[in-house]
């Protein structure tokens, strides 16, 4: 296909495709000699040598977007309802109503931050929840100086958690009756590693920490844990990758391909565990909240309504009846969900406008699971077993959220 006739993304998108490539130049300057360390598998030299022909490719696809590709990009951000559509049924696997799931997005905003205000009051009665938030940063009941007893301190909850739920809400097998947590030095959020297939890797969960020996705030971590360990990503793609009897290699290692499915789960286990009541400090719960549930919220409201253009809703508080661009949805991040540093919220719009639909896959796939065990509850009456519901659930393997409706629903899952 000639390029002209193809539909690349907005220029705005190339442009932080660009921006990002230098942000940090020289990636390939001299850096120090420094010998191998002892069981080194790739020398130091083969490194450097990889990274240098990185930084020179990297700069060609720079120049290429920025002189090919950004002349021919359209200079509208919104990409409308039809193409937006496909990116929905790419990464979710979901029929939507974009208008009805556009209100109902806000709807869940409203909730979860009355939820905050409810929660903040029972740490701090009559003060705002921005300066409760700033409050708990500071407390030393919730902190831990250095990474080292941080990492223990993670790996004691992991340990307890996956203590109290095997056996009650779920049935762990052997392998996955331990998670592998450890600190990197650096900066980013906490992420996942499955267990490899001969499971001579555990599942990992990785902590990054730009100042490792500083004190670290802890009154965010176990919602995030809950959602990246047990019972969340942990348990699913752990329990996925040991599956060799219902599930082929492809089915096994396909989850990136559904992050409505993945990702829907990790939102839907902490969920499950403020049901269960594992947020009873409220601290705790308001860490979830804030840090996981908020900004998932403000995903879908954002997500659909940059490329739909929709108007913002009356009653919001927020620029009442303007239709969204990325200004707006960077002050919205900003101000209305309490989200920095600027470097982070530049990337957030960048995604949502260069990969429609991606963003929304947490909120949306929390939605059906959720949806899904209620009807499930409903079919089985007083039968309903929640651990027989997650077991089967989780069995399934991932795929697209129609389609785990439809399986988790079944009535001969009943039997």
Same mark, same amino acid.
């Given at each position: 296909?000639?390029?002209?006739?193809?539909?690349?993304?907005?220029?705005?998108?190339?442009?932080?495709?660009?921006?990002? /490539?230098? /942000?940090?130049?020289?990636?390939?300057?001299?850096?120090?000699?420094?010998?191998?360390?002892?069981?080194?598998?790739?020398?130091?030299?083969?490194?450097?040598?990889?990274?240098?022909?990185?930084?020179?490719?990297?700069?060609?696809?720079?120049?290429?977007? $920025?002189?090919?590709?950004?002349?021919?990009?359209?200079?509208?951000?919104?990409?409308?309802?039809?193409?937006?559509?496909?990116?929905?049924?790419?990464?979710?696997?979901?029929?939507?109503?974009?208008?009805?799931?556009?209100?109902?997005?806000?709807?869940?905003?409203?909730?979860?931050?009355?939820?905050?205000?409810?929660?903040?009051?029972?740490?701090?009665?009559?003060?705002?929840?921005?300066?409760?938030?700033?409050?708990?940063?500071?407390?030393?009941?919730?902190?831990?100086?250095?990474? *080292?007893?941080?990492?223990?301190?993670?790996?004691?909850?992991?340990?307890?958690? #996956?203590?109290?739920?095997?056996?009650?809400?779920?049935?762990?097998?052997?392998?996955?009756?331990?998670?592998?947590?450890?600190?990197?030095?650096?900066?980013? @959020?906490?992420?996942?590693?499955?267990?490899?297939?001969?499971?001579?890797?555990?599942?990992?969960?990785?902590?990054?920490?730009? *100042?490792?020996?500083?004190?670290?705030?802890?009154?965010?971590?176990?919602?995030?844990?809950?959602?990246?360990?047990?019972?969340?990503?942990?348990?699913? !793609?752990?329990?996925?990758?040991?599956?060799?009897?219902?599930?082929?290699?492809?089915?096994?290692?396909?989850?990136?391909?559904?992050?409505?499915?993945?990702?829907?789960?990790?939102?839907?286990?902490? /969920?499950?565990?403020?049901?269960?009541?594992?947020?009873?400090?409220?601290?705790?719960?308001?860490?979830?909240?804030?840090?996981?549930?908020?900004?998932?919220?403000?995903? #879908?409201?954002?997500?659909?309504?940059?490329?739909?253009?929709?108007?913002?809703?009356?009653?919001?508080?927020?620029?009442?009846?303007?239709?969204?661009?990325?200004?707006?949805? /960077? $002050?919205?991040?900003?101000?209305?969900?309490?989200?920095?540093?600027?470097?982070?919220?530049?990337?957030?719009?960048?995604?949502?406008?260069?990969?429609?639909?991606?963003?929304?896959?947490?909120?949306?796939?929390?939605?059906?699971?959720?949806?899904?065990?209620?009807?499930?509850?409903?079919?089985?009456? $007083?039968?309903?077993?929640?651990?027989?519901?997650?077991?089967?659930? !989780?069995?399934?393997? @991932?795929?697209?959220?129609?389609?785990?409706?439809?399986?988790?629903?079944?009535?001969?899952?009943?039997?």
């Amino acid at each position: 296909m000639a390029m002209s006739s193809c539909c690349p993304p907005p220029v705005q998108w190339w442009t932080s495709v660009v921006r990002a /490539r230098t /942000r940090e130049p020289g990636l390939s300057k001299p850096r120090p000699t420094r010998r191998d360390p002892p069981g080194a598998r790739v020398p130091r030299a083969a490194l450097d040598r990889a990274v240098a022909a990185a930084d020179v490719a990297l700069t060609r696809f720079a120049g290429y977007l $920025t002189k090919k590709l950004a002349p021919l990009a359209p200079e509208l951000d919104a990409l409308g309802e039809d193409r937006y559509q496909l990116g929905v049924r790419e990464f979710l696997g979901i029929q939507l109503d974009l208008q009805e799931t556009y209100a109902w997005g806000w709807e869940e905003l409203a909730r979860i931050q009355r939820d905050m205000v409810e929660a903040a009051a029972r740490i701090a009665p009559g003060e705002p929840v921005p300066t409760v938030l700033a409050t708990l940063d500071e407390d030393p009941r919730y902190q831990i100086k250095g990474a *080292a007893a941080f990492r223990d301190w993670l790996q004691e909850l992991a340990d307890g958690t #996956i203590a109290d739920i095997d056996g009650t809400h779920f049935t762990l097998p052997a392998p996955l009756r331990r998670i592998d947590c450890r600190i990197s030095v650096s900066e980013g @959020p906490a992420v996942y590693l499955a267990p490899s297939e001969d499971l001579s890797r555990p599942g990992t969960i990785w902590w990054t920490r730009a *100042a490792p020996d500083g004190l670290i705030p802890t009154w965010t971590v176990p919602g995030t844990m809950f959602h990246e360990g047990a019972p969340g990503h942990h348990l699913q !793609l752990g329990t996925t990758a040991l599956n060799t009897t219902t599930l082929n290699r492809f089915q096994r290692l396909a989850f990136e391909l559904h992050p409505g499915h993945c990702e829907g789960w990790g939102l839907y286990a902490e /969920r499950l565990m403020d049901e269960l009541g594992y947020f009873a400090d409220p601290a705790h719960r308001l860490g979830m909240l804030a840090t996981g549930q908020l900004l998932r919220a403000a995903r #879908i409201v954002l997500d659909i309504g940059l490329h739909l253009r929709l108007p913002i809703p009356k009653g919001t508080g927020f620029h009442e009846g303007e239709r969204w661009t990325p200004e707006l949805g /960077r $002050t919205f991040l900003t101000e209305h969900c309490g989200l920095g540093p600027a470097g982070f919220v530049d990337f957030e719009i960048d995604r949502y406008l260069g990969r429609p639909g991606q963003a929304i896959a947490s909120k949306l796939g929390e939605k059906v699971w959720l949806e899904s065990r209620e009807a499930a509850r409903r079919r089985d009456g $007083t039968d309903f077993d929640l651990k027989q519901f997650h077991q089967q659930a !989780l069995n399934l393997g @991932p795929m697209g959220l129609d389609l785990l409706h439809t399986e988790l629903t079944r009535a001969d899952r009943a039997d």
